[in-house]
């Protein structure tokens, strides 16, 4: 199959924001425990019980942010069980997760640290469905407050003097499920109600975000924007790309068809066409785009590995799944425009994760991969592409995937070739660019390729040296489920 893509370098358009690039992490699994976090006192290294070999891995991938507690555990979480000293820590169970004894042993200060060592912004998500006003606008004094009443002190003899200057504060998660099964207008109400109380210290003034819609659900952004829109600093929304679209069977993440493998990928890209319907309802009531769109949850999800924990979500990670990475961060940069954060679900250990561990163990997933391509696109500014490619019949997708942005001087285009079987011959021009030089990276494998525990390097990022220049532009072949980034540089 012949291609080509065309990018106008000329005129730089939005920044890409960073934050498209964001985690997410629940206590859910081996998510935090054992995947993050591994105590002070455990045989596998760590600083201030942060697993070393993670922290690093994330780090390289310069990961901007980092949303906690949860997804579903966010609204059973009450943050004053997770903070002082060790011995005192509440423990609970988990019920949304396995109900296994959660011991509170990575609380609000240990998350702070992870991102301090990560060096991300951290964004939380507070307690509506079983919290209290009082009890989230003391979170927020507790975290932020430079002042010496009772509770920004209860902060200092916790061994932190300085605020810790949060910004992204999430009311909510799922509300309209796990989190409180509300009704829009009753969620609308409360979500006024707890905003009111996301007081701003001193500079550090909150950056609010209402619980959006499950999926395609526009009744629930209809009604959330028209009755506190005007409150919110952004909404946000979860897609999860279920393979066969069966949440009662959603497949396996090693063994699939190439029915299935098709139907993932017609799944995925869906994502775009429902952002798009939620931001033409924001429209009408924010013709100025005031509110951003943020996407805090997103990734496959799939049966778990056979023999785990059901309630762990831990699954492997394939090239398929770094088809729908690339696939996704191709269509998030081309909203750039009103997508203001995205954080893939979830970091490590838990549904479409970067990185997996077992024991003091630890490898990369393709995922992992197509993110460290991506990085170059990060607060970048994106520029027009236009993609001819032919359609895949079976998902209705154009087989080439692409986008591009400039930074510094440096052109990245990022272009993957969805089919599974069939070579691209692509042929890329880029106007502006003429005289630079061009070097490239792919990922590249059998969709069903994977790195497990022995040979953690399997599936790996490699230099693409088969770039032919000529007059008409760049000549290159992306060989089946393959992910390229192209950089022209002076
Ligand atoms: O990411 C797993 C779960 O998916 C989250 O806890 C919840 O918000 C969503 O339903």
């Not at 979480?77 to 820590?89: A, K, M, S, T, V």
């Not at 699939?256 to 799944?267: E, G, I, M, R």
Request: proline content about 4%; hydrophobic content about 40%; overall charge negative.
């Amino acid at each position: 199959m012949r291609a080509s893509i065309h990018v106008d370098a000329r005129h730089p358009g939005v920044t890409i924001s960073k934050n498209l690039y964001g985690h997410f992490s629940e206590h859910l699994g081996r998510c935090v425990y054992g995947g993050l976090f591994v105590g002070k006192d455990s045989p596998i290294p760590n600083v201030n019980g942060m697993r070393t070999d993670v922290v690093e891995a994330l780090k390289k991938l310069q990961v901007p942010v980092l949303r906690w507690p949860g997804g579903c555990f966010a609204d059973e979480y009450h943050w004053r069980d997770g903070i002082g000293p060790q011995e005192n820590r509440k423990r609970m169970v988990n019920t949304n997760w396995g109900g296994v004894v959660e011991d509170n042993s990575f609380g609000t200060h240990e998350f702070l640290e992870l991102c301090r060592q990560i060096g991300c912004e951290p964004y939380i998500n507070a307690n509506v469905g079983s919290g209290t006003v009082r009890e989230m606008a003391e979170w927020v004094e507790y975290l932020n407050s430079a002042g010496d009443s009772t509770v920004a002190q209860e902060r200092w003899a916790n061994g932190h003097r300085e605020p810790f200057h949060v910004r992204f504060w999430g009311v909510g998660n799922e509300s309209w499920g796990c989190g409180g099964n509300m009704k829009p207008d009753f969620y609308a109400n409360l979500y006024k109600q707890y905003q009111t109380f996301c007081r701003t210290y001193g500079e550090d003034r909150l950056y609010r975000i209402a619980c959006g819609p499950s999926g395609d659900d526009t009744s629930w952004t209809e009604t959330l924007m028209k009755e506190a829109g005007q409150f919110a600093d952004a909404i946000s929304m979860h897609y999860y790309t279920i393979a066969t679209g069966e949440w009662s069977n959603k497949g396996q993440a090693t063994v699939f068809d190439q029915a299935v493998y098709d139907s993932t990928l017609k799944n995925a890209a869906r994502i775009g066409e429902i952002m798009d319907a939620h931001l033409a309802v924001m429209d009408r009531y924010d013709p100025k785009h005031r509110v951003g769109l943020i996407i805090d949850e997103w990734g496959t999800w799939y049966d778990v590995e056979p023999g785990t924990n059901p309630g762990f979500l831990y699954q492997q990670n394939t090239m398929r799944d770094a088809m729908v990475a690339a696939l996704t961060l191709n269509i998030f940069n081309a909203h750039a425009d009103r997508l203001v954060m995205a954080n893939i679900a979830q970091m490590v250990n838990v549904l479409q994760a970067v990185v997996l561990t077992d024991g003091d163990r630890m490898l990369l997933t393709p995922t992992y991969h197509v993110f460290d391509l991506f990085r170059p696109h990060m607060d970048a500014q994106l520029l027009d592409s236009a993609v001819f490619a032919d359609t895949m019949a079976a998902s209705g997708l154009k087989q080439i995937s692409a986008s591009a942005s400039v930074k510094d001087g440096a052109v990245t285009v990022t272009a993957a070739n969805l089919s599974a079987e069939a070579p691209a011959e692509v042929l890329l021009s880029v106007e502006g660019c003429e005289g630079k030089a061009v070097s490239g990276r792919i990922l590249a494998g059998d969709p069903h390729a994977f790195n497990d525990f022995d040979t953690p390097d399997a599936v790996c990022v490699a230099d693409f040296t088969d770039l032919r220049q000529t007059e008409r532009g760049l000549c290159l072949t992306l060989p089946p489920c393959s992910v390229a980034a192209l950089t022209f540089r002076d």
